[in-house]
């Protein structure tokens, strides 16, 4: 049975979707909105491929979780939408997730804003909900300003936007953190996390001293959500269920392992096909082949998904987002 969650897809989403499409991708202000006080960690799968979307989303629907798919970088966005979108109508039709995309900002130059916020507007209009921009390239100074402009393209469509800081050591780190929020906010920008890159802690001290720092972080940003990036480990993932952090990606390691199954020399660029090299070389497998490769990535997203504690999740946001239909 379709949810009326649906009702909360942005326009950007609903116009690239096909009629009657029960693919549910929202934006990650409204999951975490509607998550409220249970305590969610929301997992974020880079998916270069459909068959990892595909794996991510069986594993979402067995576990009744919230996920997010991420695009790597390189995959072209309007082909990855719609085969993402019509695999989740097919195998989880009403379960919301959200579909991630990055913006690198290469620097304060005027051409190199300008394709910034081409890509911010390419990812927005072919139906991405999420935004991750990264600005670590641009001048200390000229960040915030640079950011608001780029960020326009998903906060003025009513997506999410997540602005990439560094984790850094100290107070400095974030009190450089939080003055580049409070010039976007006053900019009328404000985003909606702090998206962070860590390294894989290499064992439980080093984790628990990672998981201090993300706090820390979340302090001077004053309760801003923040989205960990990078290789995790078991451990980590546990201590991160009772930490700020709101949404963490696996790394990488779901796709890793599921593509591992493609032989290098399947993977041509011909240089004309709206699909990536990837892809191709992914629709060249058996179907023995191709089963496996997604069983290799719903095994790893179903494992992310229960270590932070996300099983049950798609339940209790429908339910909230339903709740507010009904109150207006």
Sequence with gaps: MLTRALAFRPATVVGRLPHRSGACPLSLRELLAA???AGLVLPLVRAPIAAVARGALVAAKELNAVVGLALPE????RPWFDAVTCAA????AGLPFFLAGDVVVEGEGGTQIE???ADAWRLVDDGLTHLAIDVGAVAAGERGRVAGEVARAGLDRGLSVEIVVPLGEGAQAGARAAALFEDMA???AAPDLAGVRCPAPADEGEARVQAAALARLSQALEGVPLMRHGPVTPRLLELLRASPVKACDDGGAAAARAVGLIPVELVE???ASRASPL???AAELSADASDRLEARAYVDVLDLVERLGGRGGAAEVVRALERRLVDG
């Design 269 to 271: 660029d011909d240089g």
């Design 115 to 117: 394709r910034a916020v």
């Design 89 to 92: 109508d097919e195998i989880a």
């Design 279 to 281: 892809e191709r070389a």
């Design 186 to 188: 006053r900019a009328g």
């Design 74 to 77: 390189g995959v072209p966005s």
């Design 35 to 37: 998550a409220g006080d």
